[in-house]
């Protein structure tokens, strides 16, 4: 059995806006920088393999709460969000005939314009997610995270969630011959000052 501890990003200036970020290399802005290099991994976690998304987000977000550089994975790279990178949910919503839907309406098929789908998403993964040998922590984003999450809770992204992304926190899954389940509750990063 092989655990995989998910954790998002830190905040960019496009997080605060709303603004969806896909691929687009959004860093993070000071305030995230500062609050994230107060916290750490808390063991075991501390001394896990560790991987990250190459987007500088996630890349930087790994150094900060490990002091270590992160494995790069392109897979862990955010979903492509195509024609709407940029634009905010909240006006594509408004706007009639844009195709944008709430996450409870999406469904395995859900496709940005020129971009790609929740179960491309899915599929790009899984080599990356087979080939883990040892425990991990992947640092990534919120797309790669619901998929993983809905994986591991079956949840077909129709309908409220059975889970809620926070920052500093560990989502942790197990990967079995089952597939994906969840391995209790999110774990919380620590103080540094509070560090073993």
Not at 2 to 12: D, K, N, P, Q
Not at 26 to 54: F, G, K, M, T, V
């Amino acid at each position: 059995m092989i655990r995989i501890a998910l954790i998002r990003h830190g905040h960019t200036e496009w997080n605060r806006a709303g603004r969806i970020q896909g691929r687009s290399d959004i860093p993070l802005d000071p305030e995230a920088r500062s609050d994230l290099s107060q916290l750490c991994l808390p063991p075991p976690w501390n001394r896990a393999r560790l991987w990250s998304s190459p987007l500088a987000r996630a890349s930087e977000t790994a150094r900060l709460i490990s002091n270590r550089d992160p494995d790069p994975a392109t897979e862990l790279t955010e979903m492509n969000w195509g024609d709407w990178e940029g634009k905010r949910g909240v006006d594509l919503l408004a706007q009639p005939g844009s195709g944008y839907k709430h996450i409870e309406e999406w469904g395995w098929g859900f496709c940005p314009p020129n971009g790609e789908s929740v179960a491309d998403v899915r599929d790009r993964l899984m080599p990356w997610l087979n080939a883990l040998d040892e425990d991990a922590v992947a640092v990534c984003h919120i797309g790669i995270m619901r998929v993983l999450l809905a994986m591991a809770h079956g949840w077909d992204f129709a309908g409220t969630a059975p889970f809620k992304i926070k920052r500093n926190r560990l989502f942790v899954l197990r990967r079995t011959s089952d597939g994906l389940l969840p391995d209790g509750e999110p774990v919380r990063l620590i103080r540094r000052d509070n560090a073993e």
